[in-house]
Nanobody, 113 residues
Framework: QVQLLESGGGVVQAGGSLRLSCSVS????????MYWYRQAPGKGREYVGE????????DYANSVKGRFTISRDNAKNMVYLQMTSLKPEDTAVYYC??????WGQGTQVTVSS
């Protein structure tokens, strides 16, 4: 069974940085789109960004554009989210998502003011 495992979360002060990782285990054929989402306490799941294997296309939500960077290592079946200039409003559980694969447990990011 294909599984997603996020890691790298933690507590950081405003203005700090974190790098999240997501590993995909199991059969990963045709895994073109990979996404990052987040869910803050009491709110719905929010789109953060995406990266496409076929042409390297990357896109971000306006709220993180210029501060977050998505990358992937296809050979290792990994996707990363480099987060800089973090704000308290970035506090959330962060999830990677691949269509057709069950959501993972996510990784908690807490930004203190």
């Amino acid at each position: 069974q294909v599984q997603l495992l996020e890691s790298g979360g933690g507590v950081v002060q405003a203005g700090g940085s974190l790098r999240l990782s997501c590993s995909v285990s199991g059969r990963t054929a045709d895994m073109d789109y990979m996404y990052w989402y987040r869910q803050a306490p009491g709110k719905g799941r929010e789109y953060v960004g995406e990266i496409r294997r076929s042409d390297g296309h990357i896109d971000y939500a306006n709220s993180v554009k210029g501060r977050f960077t998505i990358s992937r290592d296809n050979a290792k079946n990994m996707v990363y989210l480099q987060m800089t200039s973090l704000k308290p409003e970035d506090t959330a559980v962060y999830y990677c998502h691949v269509p057709g694969i069950p959501w993972g447990q996510g990784t908690q990011v807490t930004v203190s003011s």
